[in-house]
Nanobody, 121 residues
Framework: VQLQASGGGLVQAGASLRLSCASSGRIFSSSVMGWFRQAPGKEREFVARIRWSNGRTYVADSVKGRFTISRDTAENAVYLQMSSLKPEDTANYYC???????????????WGQGTLVTVSS
């Protein structure tokens, strides 16, 4: 399974962006798809996850109310809708797959390449 994230870019504070994560193969119902981010010099940080089978979601407190994760089972794709972006949201954003309902990066097996989001003040 290969994951490819896209949709990053340079935006001003307060703007919105939608990130996409496309899978090269079928995403099985046992999967949990997650979004993480990593800013320069910082550890990888959990952002949001979604259970593929039923669409249950969990969003980190740091982005709750601003970011929404969703999926399209027909397209084998996961999305991260980001609104009210802040400069501190600047990071490389990664999508990943796990079979566990977890926020721990090491428990995600497959990772896509990052897509850079830069928020200017």
């Amino acid at each position: 399974v290969q994951l490819q994230a896209s949709g990053g870019g340079l935006v001003q504070a307060g703007a919105s962006l939608r990130l996409s994560c496309a899978s090269s193969g079928r995403i099985f119902s046992s999967s949990v798809m997650g979004w993480f981010r990593q800013a320069p010099g910082k550890e990888r940080e959990f952002v949001a996850r979604i259970r593929w089978s039923n669409g249950r979601t969990y969003v980190a407190d740091s982005v709750k109310g601003r970011f929404t994760i969703s999926r399209d089972t027909a397209e084998n794709a996961v999305y991260l809708q980001m609104s009210s972006l802040k400069p501190e949201d600047t990071a490389n954003y990664y999508c990943a797959r796990s079979i566990q309902w977890t926020s721990v990066p090491s428990e995600y097996t497959y990772w896509g390449q990052g897509t850079l989001v830069t928020v200017s003040s």
